[in-house]
């Protein structure tokens, strides 16, 4: 238990669907991220949330949107995404958004199939 | 930020130290060595992280070479569930800016009872 949670654990749509990825932090952290890890493809880093404010986009299709309504929480809407997307969705938070002066503590991640 | 090199994957016998070797010749005078495991079904999960002096906490020690351009992370007595990917990241501590690809391949280690 690392004091991030995700819901939905598991979760399968089809292309026309929306959906969203709920992420929750219970730390005081002031910095939020989502990974996406692809089956044999290294972690790849989404987007960055340091105080509410996104500071990183890493050219992420427009068909993710994230949101971060305060410092606590975090969500990932999802909409008219392609098969190859289907992934592990990690959320992770830390005490800041500077690389390296607090570690990250990662949540258990959302196993996304679309079909 | 430098590039790392790891064995793509290492067995261990229960018990004994588990060493992992990580190669980053390449290493600026300003970069940490950041080492992270995940285990399967899981998110990462940090270990420890050093510029050149060894460190130990409760969880490792982190061994860096005097020219830095390598390291090497022990555990001391592994068990089966130190089974897991590790990534070694050397990068610019306290920036605030993000590659895509943070952790890299890394290399899985195996316990074997």
């Known amino acids: 238990e690392t004091g991030v949670t995700q819901t939905p654990r598991h979760l399968v749509m089809g292309m026309t669907n929306k959906k969203s990825l709920k992420c929750e932090q219970h730390l005081g952290h002031n910095a939020m991220y989502w990974y996406k890890q692809s089956a044999k493809k290294p972690l790849e880093l989404m987007f960055v949330?340091?105080?509410?404010?996104?500071?990183e986009n890493n050219s992420v299709p427009s068909r993710f949107s994230p949101e971060c309504p305060n410092s606590s929480h975090l969500f990932l809407h999802l909409h008219t995404l392609q098969p190859e997307d289907s992934a592990l969705y990690l959320c992770?938070?830390?005490?800041?958004?500077?690389?390296?002066?607090?570690?990250?503590?990662f949540g258990p991640g959302t196993r996304l199939t679309v079909t | 930020d430098a590039k790392t090199t790891q064995p793509t994957s290492m067995d261990c016998a229960e018990g004994r130290a588990a060493n992992l070797p990580c190669n980053h010749s390449?290493?600026?005078?300003?970069?940490?060595v950041y080492w992270y495991r995940q285990i399967h079904s899981q998110g990462p999960q940090y270990i420890i992280h050093?510029?050149?002096n060894n460190e130990t906490n409760e969880m490792a020690s982190l061994i860096i070479t005097e020219d830095r351009k390598s390291s090497t992370l022990i555990l001391p007595h592994a068990t089966l569930r130190d089974t897991a990917v590790y990534y070694c990241?050397?990068?610019?501590?306290?920036?605030?800016?993000?590659?895509?690809?943070?952790f890299g391949p890394g290399t899985s280690l195996s316990v074997i009872p």
């Open positions: 390449t290493i600026s005078g300003n970069e940490y």
């Open positions: 990241i050397v990068r610019i501590r306290g920036v605030a800016s993000y590659d895509k690809v943070i």
């Open positions: 949330y340091n105080f509410k404010e996104q500071t």
């Open positions: 992770a938070s830390s005490q800041e958004g500077l690389w390296g002066m607090h570690e990250q503590y």
């Open positions: 050093g510029l050149k």
